[in-house]
């Protein structure tokens, strides 16, 4: 595959993410449009309307991978306009500090810049200081698109659990599989054939767009990932309203979104 991942050694593996994110930094929020036809936006919004941030008074939030702010910033609105809150916090929390310095930027133009509901922490997803990040801290731990990023998911399954109240969410939006062969025929020449060209064109550079597709096509089935969010301790399920289940997909499992409760 493109720069070997499969033979690399882990540590190695994280730099390389590093430095795909330092590539993609500037440019990342209008490939994210184009690359999604803009679907990311209704994907995010979904999501974090899904989880109703504010409903039962201010929340302490954490956003891990958050990169250029994008769920924070839906966290903060959503609670400000429907419960007038404007105490909810996000932390948000990335690897990479390309992609924070360009959340810091954007959220220069927003009423929650200079105030104690936003921060920007550059911190490992797997290994969250003790000190920066106290154990039994958050209501809400959220990580959108990160997660497939990490070299080891059970680490970050365990921080979560770790860094959260008992009773604290955990809500990861992230690709997943698509059952529909047709829709899964379709997906596929979408993404190996038409991302990595424009990922040429746009941000001239080809191989981090690839590698970002390949990531998406090594992740674990929805069952899969359920089950290893179960063993982190998390009681999955009941979360999503009438539906019951630990995920619900979205556009036939192009997305899903996976919760856990920390019990
Ligand atoms: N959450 C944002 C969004 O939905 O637009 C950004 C998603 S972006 C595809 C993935 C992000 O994960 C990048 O900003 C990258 O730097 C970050 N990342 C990768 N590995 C990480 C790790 N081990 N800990 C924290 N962040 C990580």
């Known amino acids: 595959t493109h720069f070997g991942f499969q033979t690399v050694p882990e540590e190695a593996k994280e730099s390389l993410v ?3 994110f330092s590539s993609v930094a500037s440019s990342y929020d209008v490939m994210n ?27 302490r939030c954490i956003d891990l991978a958050g990169g250029t702010g994008d769920i924070a910033l839906r966290i903060l609105d959503y609670a400000r306009e429907n419960y007038a809150d404007r105490e909810t916090s996000v932390d948000v929390v990335d690897i990479n500090a390309e992609m924070l310095k360009e959340g810091y930027k954007r959220f220069k133009k927003t009423m929650y810049h200079n105030t104690p509901q936003v921060r920007f922490i550059e911190s490992n997803a797997q290994a969250l200081p003790e000190e920066q990040f106290p154990s039994n801290t958050y209501d809400l731990y959220t990580i959108a698109f990160g997660i497939r990023n990490c070299t080891s998911i059970p680490d970050v399954l365990k921080e979560a659990y770790r860094v959260l109240k008992p009773g604290g969410t955990f809500a990861c939006l992230e690709f997943s599989k698509v059952n ?4 899964n025929m379709l997906y596929d020449q979408w993404s190996f054939s038409v991302i ?5 064109v746009l941000a001239g550079d080809r191989d981090s767009y690839q590698y970002l597709v390949e990531s998406i096509r090594k992740f674990p089935s929805q069952p899969e990932f359920a089950q290893m969010i179960a063993d982190a301790g998390f009681a999955t399920g009941g979360l999503h309203e009438g539906k019951g289940g630990a995920w619900r997909d979205l556009w036939g499992g192009i997305a899903s979104v996976h919760t856990g409760v920390k019990v």
Do not use: E
């Not at 529909?180 to 829709?183: D, G, Q, T």
């Open 196 to 200: 990595p060209i424009m990922g040429t």
């Open 18 to 20: 590093k430095n795909v």
């Open 180 to 183: 529909n062969p047709l829709l």
């Open 33 to 59: 449009d184009a690359m999604s036809l803009g679907v990311h936006r209704l994907w995010k919004d979904d999501y974090v309307s899904s989880l109703r941030p504010g409903r039962k008074g201010p929340l």
